[in-house]
C-alpha cells in the first residue's frame, strides 16, 4: 500500500506486464478511478446502474464494460418508448423518429454492435474494442441528451408560454 502525501489516503496498486526485474506497469486497484465519464442526471435508474457497473470495470475490462453498455441501451430503448426485446428492430424504429437523427442512430449501432462483438469470440479485435471503449459512454449519454435531457428541456420552455398564446398557436398547427 502506498500513502498519499496530498490527502493521506492508501491506495493499493497491482503490476501487471512485467517485462523484467526493473520494468512492468502499474494499475491502481484501490481507489477505483475510472475513466469514463458519468452518467447524465436524466439517465434512467435501471439505465444507470448497468452504466456505472460498466464505469467501474472499464479499465480491467473494456469487453465487460461494452457488453453491460449494450444492456444498458436496450434498458434506455425501453425508456424511449420502444419494446425493448430485440433492441436492432427498437434501434430501427427509432430511426424513423424525427427526434433521432442519422448521427444518433449510427452512435446507437456502434453502441450495439462493439456490445454484441465483445461477447462473441472472433468478431472484433480486443485490442479495437479496447480503444473503443471509454468512447461507447459518450455515445450512450448522447442518446440520452437527445432523447430525454432535450425533449424535457423544450417542453418546460413550451408550458412557461402563456396558455393562450400555446392553444393558439396549437389550433394554427392543427394540434
Given amino acids: 500500500m502506498l500513502l498519499c502525501r496530498a490527502c493521506n489516503r492508501g491506495s493499493i ?7 523484467d526485474n526493473t520494468n512492468y506497469k502499474l494499475r491502481l486497484v484501490e481507489p477505483l478511478q475510472p475513466s469514463a ?19 467501474s470495470i472499464a479499465l480491467y475490462s473494456p469487453r465487460a464494460s461494452a457488453a453491460l ?46 456490445g454484441n462483438n ?15 471503449c471509454n468512447g461507447l459512454f459518450d455515445l ?5 441528451q437527445s432523447g430525454i435531457t432535450q425533449p424535457n428541456q423544450w417542453d418546460t420552455m413550451y408550458e412557461l408560454l402563456p396558455e393562450g398564446a400555446r392553444e393558439a398557436a396549437e389550433k394554427k398547427d392543427g394540434r
Wanted: proline share 5%; hydrophobic share 40%.
Fill in 118 to 132: 465483445a461477447v462473441h469470440p472472433g468478431k472484433m479485435d480486443e485490442q479495437d474494442i479496447d480503444n473503443i
Fill in 37 to 55: 465519464p458519468e452518467a447524465l442526471a436524466d439517465m434512467p435508474e435501471d439505465v444507470r446502474k448497468d452504466y456505472d457497473e460498466a464505469r
Fill in 69 to 114: 453498455l449494450r444492456l444498458a441501451l436496450q434498458k434506455l430503448c425501453k425508456h424511449l418508448g420502444e419494446p425493448g426485446e430485440h433492441i436492432d428492430t427498437d434501434i430501427r424504429s427509432l430511426a424513423k423518429r424525427p427526434e433521432f437523427g442519422e448521427r444518433l442512430i449510427r452512435a446507437a449501432d456502434t453502441l450495439r454492435i462493439v
Fill in 140 to 144: 450512450l449519454n448522447l442518446i440520452v
Fill in 13 to 19: 496498486w497491482m503490476q501487471f506486464d512485467r517485462v
